[in-house]
């Protein structure tokens, strides 16, 4: 249970955690909030598995993951098992959705969708927390110090 939590003091947790958890907090608002020009929940739990066609619990663990994962990800809190929840999260929207599309973002508007570009640079970020943990001024810290 400590290797949940465990950490050290330094600054690339606090770094790495920070980055993914404001970048990815906004995604995670659109799908459950509809903020940012979301479809909110009930919006992208139709989309997600109708459209999609993905189960209803993957769905609704996609929705929640991303928005509560990443309050985490700012608190320090479950860092790891968040990581790893967005590196299945961001693995299955390459597969599902990107990869078809290539590599790159749609800068200029010649693609039909958006490639795996940024799901790649969020799976690193996730893979980095994964090896350091939570890092500095985090609950992840505090919970490991006290469990001994």
């Known amino acids: 249970m400590k290797a949940l939590f465990n950490t050290d003091d330094g600054w690339s947790g606090l ?3 920070l980055t993914l958890g404001l970048v990815m907090l ?3 608002a659109q799908k459950l909030l509809g903020w940012f020009g979301g479809f909110g929940f009930d919006g992208t ?17 996609v929705i929640m993951g991303e928005f509560f994962g990443s309050l985490g990800l700012l608190a320090g809190l479950l860092t790891r098992f968040t990581a790893a929840s967005f590196i299945v999260i961001m693995l299955g929207a390459i597969l599902t959705v990107h990869l078809p599309v290539g590599f790159f973002m749609n800068w200029f508007g010649q693609q ?9 640079l969020m799976i690193g970020l996730s893979a980095a927390l994964l ?10 810290k505090l919970i490991a110090e006290r469990l001994g």
């Open 15 to 17: 770094i790495l955690r």
């Open 26 to 28: 906004p995604h995670g």
């Open 45 to 61: 739990m139709g989309f997600f598995t109708q459209k999609m066609g993905l189960p209803w619990i993957v769905a609704f663990l």
């Open 112 to 120: 039909q969708g958006e490639g795996y570009e940024y799901h790649l």
């Open 131 to 140: 090896v350091t943990g939570a890092g500095r001024w985090s609950l992840d």
